[in-house]
C-alpha cells in the first residue's frame, strides 16, 4: 500500500474544516427569517469588500505567473460577487421603500 504525498496529508484538515464550514453555513443561512435577509445581505457585502480588498494585496505581492493569474482570478470573482450582492440588496430594499410604492400607486389611480 502506498502513502499519501505529504502535501495530501498536510491538507486534508483544510478540507475537513471547508466541508464542516460548507454544511453550518448552509443549516445557519436556512433557519433565518425572512424579515434579516436583508441586513444579513448587508454584512455579508462588508465581507465580500474585505475579501475583495485582500486579494487585491495578494495579486500586487505575487511574483510569478501562476500567482498572478491565481490573484486575477480571486479579484475578477470579489468584484463580481460584491458588486451583485449590493445589486440585490438594494433590489431587496427597493420592495420596502413605501414612499415608492405609493408612488406607484396614485400613478396607477390616475392612468384609471
Known sequence: MTSLPTWV????PLVYIAILAAF???EV???VPTLLHTPLMSGSNFIHGAVLAGSMI???LAENLPEQ???FVAVLLAAANVTGGYAVTDRILEMF???KQRQDQQK?????
Open 97 to 99: 421603500d413605501r414612499a
Open 29 to 31: 443561512i436556512s433557519r
Open 108 to 112: 396607477k389611480e390616475k392612468g384609471s
Open 9 to 12: 496529508v498536510s491538507a486534508l
Open 69 to 71: 493569474i491565481v490573484g
Open 58 to 60: 495578494m495579486l500586487g
Open 24 to 26: 453550518a453555513g448552509y
